[in-house]
């Protein structure tokens, strides 16, 4: 799915690309890769490695487009295998092109939309865009570590009463979410103290 958003002065949604607008492309069918592809000319090898759900944060440069792959916090289903997870982010930058891809539908940007819009506020370039993503990713991680830590502390309670498989099981899986959250955060942290070398940032930035 594509949309279109003018983030001059807040985010309004628009019938189709402009140059300096988002492209937010969330689950992106064939169609929108083919769009991405012809109309914007976005290389293919960055939708390729953006789709990629183990792809480590970093950012890739190449003829002028700057793609920024970066791992934000993902909660799957309560019995899966790893509940709370991660995946990849992209954003690719051009001259007037930003488009943000990621291929599942993720409680983080359609509540940093939101939350934008409910404020009227936008975004004063493609930097403080960025910027804005990975401090909604850092919000969403403390989000999700609180729940995590509750979790954790509700099958310890269920323990010291009795010895019960499934709070063992549970308290495995949170110990793997918690080993995907440190990994991701290092790259996360590690990313954003090279891109801003990249980007033109300010002192707000």
Not at 144 to 158: D, M, S
Not at 160 to 174: A, P, T, W
Request: net charge negative.
């Amino acid at each position: 799915m594509l949309a279109f958003w003018n983030i001059n002065k807040g985010i309004n949604e628009m019938e189709e690309w402009k140059p300096s607008c988002w492209v937010q492309v969330t689950c992106p069918t064939d169609e929108d890769i083919k769009y991405l592809n012809e109309n914007l000319q976005l290389p293919d090898y960055f939708l390729s490695d953006i789709a990629d759900n183990d792809e480590r944060a970093r950012y890739d440069y190449d003829d002028g487009w700057l793609m920024i792959i970066l791992r934000i916090p993902q909660l799957k289903k309560t019995n899966s295998r790893s509940p709370y997870t991660t995946i990849p982010l992209g954003i690719v930058i051009k001259k007037d092109v930003i488009i943000t891809i990621c291929h599942q539908e993720t409680g983080m940007m359609q509540d940093f939309v939101n939350h934008h819009r409910r404020k009227n506020v936008g975004f004063s370039d493609a930097a403080d865009l960025v910027f804005c993503i990975f401090l909604s990713a850092s919000v969403w991680y403390l989000k999700y570590l609180k729940q995590v830590n509750a979790l954790i502390e509700k099958f310890k309670r269920n323990l010291d009463k009795e010895i019960d498989n499934s709070d063992l099981v549970s308290l495995s899986r949170l110990q793997d979410s918690l080993t995907y959250f440190a990994t991701s955060i290092r790259g996360n942290e590690t990313l954003l103290s090279k891109i801003k070398f990249r980007l033109p940032v300010d002192g707000l930035d």
